[in-house]
Nanobody
């Protein structure tokens, strides 16, 4: 079971960019599909993006497609979420999550399928 720690959140203005990171320890990181989810105040947690263990397959929520990019560095045991053209509605606590394979990409948006979660990092986008 991997342990996950997010970092890189902060306060930015609309239109700016930000990269959040998630460092893993323990487990075999390259065997884990990794996902990013977010939760805004008063709203349910929602899927943002996910990437396969090899990094060859990725998936995005429609709301972030074309603006966010998920990537991973298995040597560093880290997954990244590069966010560009940020909007106030992107304000949320961002969580990374992991699940050991096999894991079909069609299931990536299902939060309950992930077995490891980080504590979250706050991203605030001001208008």
């Amino acid at each position: 079971q991997v342990q996950l720690v997010e970092s890189g959140g902060g306060l930015v203005q609309a239109g700016e960019s930000l990269r959040v990171s998630c460092a893993a320890s323990g487990g075999t990181f390259s065997s884990y599909a990794m996902g990013w989810f977010r939760q805004a105040p008063g709203k349910a947690r929602e899927f943002v993006a996910a990437i396969s263990g090899s990094g060859r397959i990725s998936s995005y929520a429609d709301s972030v497609k074309g603006r966010f990019t998920i990537s991973r560095d298995n040597a560093k045991k880290t997954v990244y979420l590069q966010m560009t053209s940020l909007k106030p509605e992107d304000t949320a606590v961002y969580y990374c999550a992991g699940r050991p394979g096999p894991f079909y990409s069609s299931n990536y948006p299902e939060a309950e399928a992930y077995t490891s979660w980080g504590q979250g990092t706050q991203v605030t986008v001001s208008s």
